[in-house]
């Protein structure tokens, strides 16, 4: 037993101490996502959230090379390096995970955590009516939950690796919503209260993993008779690509908006200003 401790906690803060990627989606897709979660709230915390919104550090610059940042490791989760999908057996707690796969869990990322912790302290953040934490944490939580809904975040060969694909993550991440500029359709569901958060967590990873093939397929298709990846390959590959695109802003917004009612409902629903 002792010894399974030991190797539990080292293989814990490998996870931990691992240097930090850049974030799953360029700063034009978390702006654009944190703006429509917004709008997918009502009443007094829609107010609260749209009044202070520039207070948000993803909101707060014009700068167009800002870059959000959180100061967390592990903004991935490369699910199929360790079962088929749909993942049935999955744990859905780190030291789960460490006791089904051990050494294997290593490098994988702690992207559902992530979500986990930052969503808790964002309740901690609205019990003690903190403006300033709940804004900077409601950030944190938003860019985190947007993160995963990038197909890419979830599966092994996030840059295309495995399929001679090299360079998909920047193509698709980070220049593809560069490229589209201000042309997104984003239409979230309202924001809803989530009975289960951890559970809910786990569905998205599997909800946004269904589309990993198909990134991977029309970025080939895009790229098919070109050479190079030139602007007439980032022409073909928003035809294609806009209502992936489109659908996971969506969704993502959705869920950001109602993790922020969630852990507004969770503290008391107090009052805002």
């Known amino acids: 037993m002792r010894r399974y401790l030991l190797f539990l906690g080292a293989v814990l803060s490998a996870l931990c101490l691992r240097p930090a990627p850049a974030v799953a989606w360029g700063p034009n897709a978390h702006r654009e996502v944190h703006e429509n979660a917004i709008k997918t709230l009502e009443g007094d915390l829609e107010d609260f959230y749209k009044d202070h919104r520039f207070e948000m550090p993803t909101l707060a610059f014009d700068d167009p090379e800002f870059t959000p940042v959180v100061d967390e490791t592990e903004h991935h989760f490369a699910v199929d390096r360790l079962e088929p999908f749909p993942f049935l057996e999955l744990p859905h707690t780190e030291a789960g995970l460490v006791e089904e796969y051990?050494?294997?869990?290593?490098?994988?990322?702690?992207?559902?955590?992530?979500?986990?912790?930052?969503?808790?302290?964002?309740?901690?953040?609205?019990?003690?009516?903190?403006?300033?934490?709940?804004?900077?944490?409601?950030?944190?939580?938003?860019?985190?939950?947007?993160?995963?809904?990038?197909?890419?975040?979830?599966?092994?060969?996030?840059?295309?690796?495995?399929?001679?694909?090299?360079?998909?993550?920047?193509?698709?991440?980070?220049?593809?919503?560069?490229?589209?500029?201000?042309?997104?359709?984003?239409?979230?569901?309202?924001?809803?209260?989530?009975?289960?958060?951890r559970a809910f967590v786990f569905s998205l990873v599997n909800a946004n993993y269904i589309w990993a093939d198909n990134v991977h397929y029309i970025d080939e298709l895009a790229y098919r008779g070109k050479g190079s990846y030139t602007q007439i390959y980032y022409e073909s590959l928003i035809s294609r690509a806009k209502l992936i695109v489109n659908d996971r802003y969506s969704e993502a917004a959705g869920a950001v908006g109602s993790f922020w009612y969630t852990a507004w409902t969770d503290a008391g629903r107090p009052e805002l200003k």
């Open 102 to 197: 051990g050494p294997a869990v290593e490098g994988i990322g702690r992207l559902p955590w992530l979500i986990l912790e930052s969503f808790e302290r964002l309740v901690e953040a609205f019990r003690g009516r903190d403006k300033g934490q709940i804004l900077v944490e409601s950030d944190k939580l938003a860019i985190l939950v947007t993160d995963l809904h990038n197909p890419l975040a979830v599966t092994d060969n996030a840059d295309g690796q495995k399929t001679g694909q090299q360079g998909l993550w920047t193509r698709f991440s980070e220049k593809l919503p560069e490229a589209m500029g201000g042309r997104f359709d984003i239409n979230p569901d309202a924001a809803h209260y989530l009975d289960n958060p």
